[in-house]
């Protein structure tokens, strides 16, 4: 056990672990100190100054989120000399800052307006900086926007974009009145080795970072009796959408999501679990197929390990970053743009509708594929296959603005065809499911039994950590899998771009190796993607990966080799895996970037 | 008023070019730890880096760190405008500098040390290498696995700030850290390290030298030993002295005002400005003296004659702050640009004269919560200039 330190806040006696900070401790005795640079997922800045607080025999005020605790420290959290310097702080924010709240994209959802709110900052007796400072506002992107006139400056996603993601397209630039966040060369985030991951808009405590937001075009293809609107929703998105809606993390709403998109006018409510099934069924044969060039063939062209493609952030990553690595990427496009392909050939012919007057829209808990729709090659059904890409919280906005009570909706059911996904779609939202999806499937292709796991729950590939591990031997193969007799089949996942950075690099040394690897952008996996509700934590995470497994063993259909649309669409359409059609529709090709 | 002029006690002992550097290395080195840990505490030398934390304390807390690796490093940043006196003795006497980096490096158990050198005294290099390789050769004789390497300053007054030092030889940017941890635990590289400004290195040379018991009997209570100073401004003898501590400022105006004396800035930019009413009452050192204020300074003594307007001394200051700031934390970025415009807003009338008692309370606000020294002692400046001469910034 670690030693315990006992000090007083605000005259109460806490005792706390070594280490901690006076802000934890607080925290314990249920006394608020506000924040701003602070944020559970990163390492301590300390350069916000709102936490600070008094220590007893210390001249200077403390920042709690930065100070240790120790033993005997009498801490004050609320005398005036420590709400008159927090109200400062937050004026002299103001000055520097455009607050134009109402014109805001983070009104109502943004920390530094409630930490005005709370400290009442009526006044305006410090001079305003706006007018003298070059704000730059970047909109290039068509995933996130960047507004330097709404930045704090707390560098939460400078250390966002280092940290969790290991990317470092965003730095701190200049000193002094000058000081900024910016990239290199001060270009544009489009431009330069920007994932899009929007990780750094999920900790942005401002409107300084947001997603490019298409609600309003949106709005005006739904009003278009032209057009046929088909949405596609992803599987994270039906178990974070609640949260911006009042309920509490890990509530599932798919059946009340499905009823809110019929209201806002969608000709037609579909389902990405669709297409990720689809995912498992092409990127399953095919990593069946490399193992079988590689195994039996002796083929030294085939590159193991393989490694999913599904998570865009992921793919641009893996094309800045490694690119000699490029020919191990799965060649399938991610689920929603398998669905993109599909909506504008397969789904039309069958409802009878002119593809060029389908609009396709899709609910995304990511940013990222707001960048992948727009990626040129994603045209193969001879139009643009996603026309525009929404994120959980814009369908909030949506819902909130059609003055839809979403409390109150009854459950719903998705539209066919492509409305029907099985529980290895769902558990694509988490870190691990496209393994666990893959695995239920493959494993069972090749023996002719289902894969050998209580209740077809693999557990070793669940869970929030940055590397997992897992290896499944392979017995009792049917006639045309016989080379695979005893290989024990490596897999990796892992979740957030360090992980990935780490895994690859172990990669390339050669200290490990793997057949197949799950690569996912965001921390947690797309529960925790870069457009879903914040504020966001492990714990928040980890309610959320929760609901996704719930939801799985819920369902009836399990595996995705067994939703029926997916066995009627390769029996009317697709013919079979890796098929000439399939090709042409759900895969894709990558391209080489620059490192920075 | 004092009516009896005294001279000030003009000190030789930093710059005396003695060439016994092998000797009292050797001497040093052969002495126990302890003794010498000792022997820089009873010293009382206090960092002559700004801001007096007590060197032997220092060297005693990090060689009790039970840790392999660990670092001494030279502060030569330098960046304090008008003071050059590191410059000086870098020039003069590197030996006196590197002695007290090796004996600090035996102490504490580092085999590794950096000058860390502002980048305008790049000129300084050739002569500091030719020196390093004579100094590395005494080391290999006297058997002490050690050595020294010069790394230039990035440009930045802010990495002049320990921390922030720490940082940007770790190729990062110049940024303060938190503290705690202080570099006695963590430092470069995450391991503890003693970092002194080069006049405190040069005074552990004397030290070693003369003895604790000598040291002590120069300057007085709570600051001993003599300081070098940069004398600047309205002077007819600007330049480097050497004097002893705890000298009163009228005495050090009567040495070298120009007789027309207004007031003088101690410690530069982040320093205090003394008016003339405060002469007598005020001395040159560190906390603790029994009776008047005392001020420490890093060296630079700035003296300002009745032509000067404090307005726009003041507004220089907070030029350079605006500018030097490293800009991470809320209270001294902000609060910098606000006293700057605010002062200027003052002066042309667009806000009332007792806009400045805002100011002054935010310059209390940003010494309370700034992340570090700079922030903090921004208020120092401001303040005494704002208070005691409070028409000159309205009119
Ligand atoms: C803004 C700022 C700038 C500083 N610049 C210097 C410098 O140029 N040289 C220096 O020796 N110390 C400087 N210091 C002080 C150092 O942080 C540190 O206290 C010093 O190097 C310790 O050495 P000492 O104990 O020998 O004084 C600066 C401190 C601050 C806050
Ligand atoms: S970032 Fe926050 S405080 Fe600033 S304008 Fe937007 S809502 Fe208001
Ligand atoms: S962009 Fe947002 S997260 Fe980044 S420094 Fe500005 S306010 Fe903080
Ligand atoms: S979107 Fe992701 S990669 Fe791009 S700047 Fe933000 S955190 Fe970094
Ligand atoms: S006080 Fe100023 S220089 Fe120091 S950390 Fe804060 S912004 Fe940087
Ligand atoms: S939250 Fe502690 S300094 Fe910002």
Redesign the interface.
């Known amino acids: 056990m670690s030693n315990m330190v006992n000090l007083t806040i605000n005259g109460i006696a806490v005792s706390v672990e070594e280490g901690q900070t006076i802000l934890e401790a607080a925290e314990k005795l249920h006394i608020k100190i506000p924040t701003l640079c602070y944020h559970k997922d990163l390492c301590?800045?300390?350069?916000?100054?709102?936490c600070?607080v008094e220590q007893v025999g210390n001249n200077?005020?403390v920042?709690s989120c930065?100070?240790?605790v120790s033993e005997g420290m009498e801490i004050n959290t609320n005398t005036l000399?420590v709400r008159?310097?927090r109200k400062?702080?937050i004026e002299?924010?103001l000055?520097?800052h455009n607050e134009e709240c109402t014109k805001c994209y983070r009104n109502g959802h943004c920390e530094l307006q409630e930490l005005a709110a709370e400290y009442q900052i009526t006044n305006q007796?410090?001079?305003d900086?706006v007018p003298d400072k070059n704000y730059t506002v970047d909109r290039i992107s068509p995933a996130i926007e960047k507004d330097d006139s709404k930045c704090?400056?707390c560098?939460r996603c400078v250390r966002t974009c280092a940290e969790i993601q290991s990317v470092g397209a965003i730095?701190?630039a200049?000193?002094?009145?000058?000081?900024k966040i910016s990239t290199v060369f001060d270009r544009a985030l489009d431009e330069v080795v920007c994932t899009n991951c929007g990780q750094c808009i999920v900790h942005c405590p401002t409107g300084a970072l947001t997603e490019k937001s298409y609600v309003e075009k949106v709005w005006d293809a739904i009003a278009d009796p032209e057009s046929h609107v088909v949405v596609q929703t992803a599987p994270a998105v039906r178990i974070g959408l609640g949260e911006e809606l009042g309920f509490e993390p890990g509530t599932r709403v798919t059946g009340k999501m499905v009823s809110a998109l019929r209201r806002l006018g969608f000709d037609s409510v579909l389902d990405t679990d669709f297409t990720a099934d689809l995912t498992i069924m092409e990127e399953g044969t095919e990593l069946l197929t490399r193992l079988k060039r590689a195994l039996v063939e002796d083929d030294p062209d085939v590159a193991l390990p393989m490694a999913t493609s599904c998570s865009p952030g992921w793919v641009k990553y893996i094309e800045h970053k490694y690119p000699e690595y490029l020919p191990n990427l799965s060649t399938c496009k991610s689920p929603q743009q398998m669905f993109g392909a599909l909506a504008k050939t397969y789904y039309a012919k069958n409802v009878k509708v002119d593809p060029q007057n389908i609009i396709s829209v899709s609910i995304m808990p990511c940013t990222a594929k707001k960048y992948e729709a727009n990626r040129p090659e994603m045209k193969d059904s001879g139009y643009k296959d996603v026309d525009f890409v929404l994120t959980t919280r814009e369908l909030a906005v949506m819902i909130r603005q059609a003055g839809i009570e979403f409390e109150k909706l009854n459950d719903e059911s998705f539209d066919s065809i492509m409305g029907t996904g099985s529980g290895a779609a769902v558990i694509f939202g988490a870190t691990g499911g496209v393994m666990e999806a893959a695995l239920r499937t493959a494993y069972e292709i090749v023996t002719g039994r289902e894969v050998p796991f209580e209740n077809l729950e693999i557990l070793p590939v669940r869970g929030l950590e940055g590397v997992k591990e897992a290896s499944i031997k392979i017995e009792g193969t049917v006639d045309d899998w016989k080379f695979l007799e005893g290989v024990e089949l490596k897999c990796a996942i892992t979740n957030g771009l360090e992980n990935a950075h780490q895994l690859m690099d172990n990669i390339k040394n050669g200290e490990s190796f793997y057949h197949f690897i799950e690569i996912m952008a965001c921390p947690g996996g797309c529960l925790g993607g870069g457009g879903q509700p914040y504020p966001v934590d492990d714990e928040v995470r980890m309610k959320r990966m929760q609901a996704i497994y719930n939801e799985d063993s819920d369902l009836p259909i399990r595996k995705s080799h067994e939703n029926p649309e997916i066995v009627q669409i390769y029996k009317e359409f697709l013919e079979e895996p890796l098929s000439h059609k399939s090709h042409k529709l759900l895969h894709t090709t990558y391209v080489k970037r620059e490192q920075y | 008023m004092t009516t009896t002029k005294k001279q000030l006690h003009r000190i030789d002992l930093i710059f005396k070019n003695e060439q016994d550097c092998k000797e009292i290395l050797r001497n040093a080195l052969a002495r126990s730890n302890q003794e010498v840990i000792n022997e820089m505490v009873n010293s009382g030398l206090k960092g002559r880096g700004g801001a007096g934390f007590p060197t032997g304390l220092k060297w005693k807390l990090t060689a009790e760190q039970k840790v392999d690796e660990k670092f001494v490093i030279c502060n030569a940043d330098e960046g304090e405008p008008g003071t050059f006196k590191d410059r000086e003795i870098l020039t003069r006497v590197p030996h006196k500098v590197l002695s007290g980096m090796a004996v600090c490096a035996k102490i504490i158990g580092a085999r590794k040390g950096y000058i860390y050198l502002r980048g305008e005294y790049k000129f300084l290099v050739p002569n500091l290498k030719k020196e390093l390789r004579r100094f590395h050769d005494i080391l290999d004789e006297l058997g002490l696995d050690f050595r020294v390497e010069i790394f230039m300053g990035s440009g930045?007054y802010?990495c002049g700030e320990e921390s922030a030092l720490f940082e940007s030889m770790e190729g990062k940017?110049g940024?303060p850290r938190?503290k705690?941890p202080f570099p006695t635990e963590i430092g470069y590289m995450d391991k503890p390290t003693v970092i002194n400004n080069v006049e405190t290195l040069a005074h552990s040379y004397t030290i070693l030298k003369y003895g604790a018991k000598k040291f002590r009997e120069l300057g007085v209570k709570d600051s001993r030993g003599s300081k070098v100073f940069s004398v600047s401004g309205d002077t007819p003898i600007p330049g480097i002295y050497e004097l002893e501590l705890g000298m009163s400022v009228q005495d050090f105006v009567d040495d070298f005002g120009d007789g027309d004396t207004k007031a003088v800035q101690v410690g530069g930019a982040s320093g205090f400005l003394v008016p003339r009413k405060r002469f007598g009452k005020t001395s040159i050192g560190y906390q603790g003296k029994l009776t008047g204020i005392s001020l420490p300074t890093g060296g630079s003594m700035m003296i300002f004659n009745s032509s000067r307007s404090m307005y726009n001394v003041l507004n220089n200051y907070l030029d350079f702050?605006?500018?030097?700031?490293?800009?991470?934390?809320?209270?001294c970025?902000?609060?910098?640009?606000?006293l700057l415009?605010?002062i200027k807003?003052v002066k042309r009338g667009e806000?009332p004269a007792s806009y400045l008692d805002?100011l002054l309370?935010?310059t209390d606000?940003m010494?309370?919560?700034?992340?570090c020294g700079l922030g903090?002692s921004v208020a120092n400046s401001f303040s005494s200039i704002v208070e005691n001469f409070r028409e000159e910034m309205i009119y």
């Open positions: 301590v800045a300390g350069n916000c100054r709102v600070v200077k005020l920042a930065a100070m240790p000399k008159n310097c400062h702080i002299l924010l000055t520097e007796d410090f001079i900086l704090i400056r560098q730095a701190v200049h000193k002094g009145s000058e000081m | 930045a802010i940017r940024e938190n705690p702050f605006e500018e030097e700031s490293c800009g991470q934390c809320t209270p970025r902000v609060g910098c640009q606000q415009k605010g807003a806000k805002q309370k935010l606000t010494k309370l919560t700034a992340k903090q």
